[in-house]
């Protein structure tokens, strides 16, 4: 099996270079803006030295959008495994991914902008290889059932589970796209906000 190769410190640096001229430009400027010769210019490079790198900007762009969610796995993974209770658990899911985005506004932008503008060649959405929606939303409808069990939650159907965790991925991700239209977005009081919300809709009446 051909094992992928290790890269120097000055390759991976300049990966990252790459990566970060790249994000700028599309968090700024839009994905439709961000060519290679616009990446590069913002480098200080050559088109070749992006070619070098990346195969591609498809595989540049597939870089930024997994990259994310690495990280961002990493991120909250600590924090999540930390708590005891279901409450806990989502409560700590919603503040800790509002914090992440937070510390990584230009990057959210950015793969906000990708998801949103890249199309393959039958129009539909691409670059979602690194994201598994209905995982998360599986993982949620899991802690809103226990959270039931544990007598924090009022009863739900798989159904009514379903929307509600649907809804909290979705306020989430809906962020990204005020991140880019309101640079003085209070994200600690969106976060607490959020939360209140959760609350009301799962609390037992």
Same mark, same amino acid.
């Given at each position: 099996?051909?094992?992928?190769?290790?890269?120097?410190?000055?390759?991976?640096?300049?990966?990252?270079?790459?990566?970060?001229?790249?994000?700028?430009?599309?968090?700024?400027?839009?994905?439709?803006?961000?060519?290679?010769?616009?990446?590069?210019?913002?480098?200080?490079?050559?088109?070749?030295?992006?070619?070098?790198?990346?195969?591609?900007?498809?595989?540049?762009?597939?870089?930024?959008?997994?990259?994310?969610?690495?990280?961002?796995?990493?991120?909250?993974?600590?924090?999540?495994?930390?708590?005891?209770?279901?409450?806990?658990?989502?409560?700590?899911?919603?503040?800790?991914?509002?914090? !992440?985005?937070?510390?990584?506004?230009?990057?959210? +932008?950015? $793969?906000?902008?990708?998801?949103? =503008?890249?199309?393959?060649? &039958? @129009?539909?959405?691409?670059? !979602?290889?690194?994201?598994?929606?209905?995982?998360? +939303?599986? $993982?949620?409808?899991?802690?809103? =059932?226990?959270?039931?069990? &544990? @007598?924090?939650?009022?009863? !739900?159907?798989?159904?009514?589970?379903?929307?509600?965790?649907?809804?909290?991925?979705?306020?989430?991700?809906?962020?990204?796209?005020?991140?880019?239209?309101?640079?003085?977005?209070?994200?600690?009081?969106?976060?607490?906000?959020?939360?209140?919300?959760?609350?009301?809709?799962?609390?037992?009446?």
């Amino acid at each position: 099996m051909n094992r992928p190769k290790k890269l120097s410190f000055i390759e991976e640096a300049r990966r990252n270079q790459i990566m970060a001229c790249a994000i700028e430009i599309i968090s700024s400027r839009g994905y439709v803006q961000a060519s290679l010769s616009q990446i590069a210019k913002e480098a200080g490079i050559s088109k070749g030295v992006i070619s070098y790198h990346f195969s591609s900007k498809d595989a540049l762009i597939e870089q930024i959008v997994s990259d994310l969610y690495e990280v961002g796995t990493t991120f909250m993974e600590p924090y999540l495994t930390a708590q005891k209770t279901a409450l806990g658990w989502i409560t700590t899911y919603i503040e800790k991914n509002v914090l !992440f985005m937070k510390s990584h506004r230009k990057h959210v +932008i950015a $793969v906000s902008e990708i998801v949103f =503008h890249a199309r393959d060649e &039958e @129009g539909k959405p691409c670059h !979602f290889r690194s994201i598994d929606a209905d995982a998360t +939303i599986n $993982v949620l409808m899991k802690m809103l =059932h226990r959270g039931t069990m &544990e @007598g924090d939650f009022r009863e !739900f159907t798989d159904f009514s589970a379903r929307v509600l965790a649907a809804t909290i991925r979705s306020a989430i991700d809906g962020l990204s796209f005020q991140l880019a239209a309101s640079l003085d977005l209070d994200l600690d009081a969106y976060a607490k906000e959020l939360v209140t919300i959760f609350q009301m809709a799962a609390r037992k009446v």
